[in-house]
């Protein structure tokens, strides 16, 4: 094998790391790649190298931006007194698609987890506390996916903040087991609408 | 939105492009490399525009790799005589990685088809001949998919070849309607010991 065959069967490698890839659909993705350089890999090596070079997590809520605060969190527009509790990005994504909540988000990075050994501290849960507590928070709204570990969270959440703000969770529209992203936007939409206290 | 989001969004566009990914698995998929974009992500965008920059069509079989010939082609070791005809490049990897066949490969880059108007000018046919007639080939092995193109374009280039060298095509173990990329090694390599006179 040439250094050619090398670095193809190491581009190989690294595609089949990523989700929903195996070895098999890594080599079709590398072929057409290959066969489409100038139209779709080179700028896709582009656009990969720079979101690598520039992406950064918000230091406030966890989303994924440039700076060191998101856009979300930067924006005027968006109210400040109700945030959205998510388990991670792409949840709040979803959020962002269904385009109907107007406040601002808190990632937590994940759920508690006896099992994983995941408690508060793992989590973004005493950033949350303190942004509750500083920036004048009047609802919390629990978007966890409806999973035993999401549940179970949302609880632990709604405990401490119980008495500093009013704690709601998205209800009507998600199923049980159900993940959020997997969910359409007016499914997310009746939810949010139907929320109830928690 | 700030920059930043637009370079994600342009990113997961161009993910979604790959054959295999959806809108929604480009997002997983570049939430993940955000994730990890030091261990993975980086080292994926340099791997991609090395290969951008480097792969090309060995201009004798049509394998990909670095150099005008490729590997395979340029190797001492692998028989002049034989020349096995693989539909694209994936099926010549299927084949390497049985690692049963010594020989040399010609990759035509499809298959004829009257549908596509896609003629023998169309494909590396013309190459073939000449390459067969040029380099003392005593047999070409079709080892082109099972399908009704595949086979109509097998048909055709035992034609042509009929009285310049034997012709004889990977036999038992390929499943009707089947692809050869899809095969085991095993079942290649009982295809190939199996070839019959075409
Ligand atoms: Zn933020
Ligand atoms: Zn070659």
Redesign the pocket.
């Known amino acids: 094998m040439d250094a050619g065959r090398k670095d193809i069967d190491a581009l190989i490698d690294l595609m089949a790391k990523l989700p929903g890839l195996g070895p098999r659909s890594a080599r079709r993705a590398v072929l057409h790649l290959i066969k489409k350089r100038e139209r779709l890999m080179s700028p896709l090596a582009d656009a990969m190298k720079s979101v690598a070079e520039n992406a950064r997590e918000?230091v406030?809520?966890?989303?994924i931006?440039t700076g060191t605060?998101?856009d979300?969190?930067a924006s005027e527009k968006r109210a400040t007194g109700e945030i959205c509790i998510v388990e991670d990005v792409a949840d709040l994504w979803a959020m962002e698609r269904a385009a109907v909540f107007r406040g601002?988000?808190h990632v937590l990075g994940g759920t508690l987890s006896a099992l994983d050994a995941i408690g508060p501290e793992e989590l973004r849960i005493p950033l949350l506390i303190s942004r509750v507590r500083d920036e004048g928070v009047t609802e919390i709204i629990l978007a966890l996916n409806a999973t035993i570990d999401g549940q179970t969270t949302a609880h632990y959440i709604a405990d401490e903040l119980a008495g500093a703000c009013t704690v709601t969770s998205l209800a009507q529209g998600v199923p049980i087991g159900g993940e959020l992203d997997y969910l359409d936007d007016g499914t997310i939409t009746a939810a949010l609408n139907a929320r109830k206290g928690f």
Do not use: H, L
Request: hydrophobic share 15%; glycine share 16%.
């Open positions: 918000c406030k809520c966890g989303n931006g605060i998101c979300i969190c601002r988000y």
